[in-house]
């Protein structure tokens, strides 16, 4: 891909190693029409690479040649899900995270807690720290 300091194909643009990038934005610029004289118009993406280096990419080129892949995605897919016979924290490190409330009751020396995610209607159920079931409440999420 061609790294250009403006959105400007003709700007001193540098090829770009495989990395990673942050779009920023969309920006309209300028590029040579396919005849060689006359200037069109093109999409380009304001980015900022990993070095804190700002600048644009075609937008074209950046969609051929790039991945939609969000670093917070690939780790919340490496993390994984929560899974029966898991530990409380283990649960808490999966990508779901820590819960946002806990309802907690005992009854004869038991512990049951059930792990609330009401963002995304998700319940993880533990005995005395275990997991013995999950509910999402929408199997789309």
Not at 65 to 81: E, F, I, L, S, V
Not at 84 to 101: F, I, L, N, R, Y
Request: proline content about 6%; some cysteine.
């Amino acid at each position: 891909m061609h790294f250009c300091p403006e959105p400007n194909v003709s700007a001193k643009c540098q090829d770009l190693a495989e990395g990673h990038l942050k779009t920023d934005g969309v920006q309209k610029g300028a590029k040579e029409s396919p005849l060689g004289n006359l200037p069109t118009s093109d999409s380009y993406y304001h980015v900022t690479l990993k070095d804190g280096r700002a600048g644009s990419i075609q937008a074209s080129e950046l969609l051929a040649h790039g991945t939609d892949t969000d670093p917070a995605k690939a780790d919340c897919k490496r993390r994984g899900d929560p899974g029966v016979g898991m530990s409380a924290k283990q649960v808490e490190a999966t990508c779901w995270g820590k819960p946002d409330h806990v309802n907690r009751t005992e009854k004869e020396g038991v512990v049951f807690d059930q792990y609330v995610y009401g963002n995304k209607n998700k319940y993880v159920y533990l005995r005395n720290g275990m997991v013995v079931s999950i509910q999402p409440i929408d199997a789309r999420t």
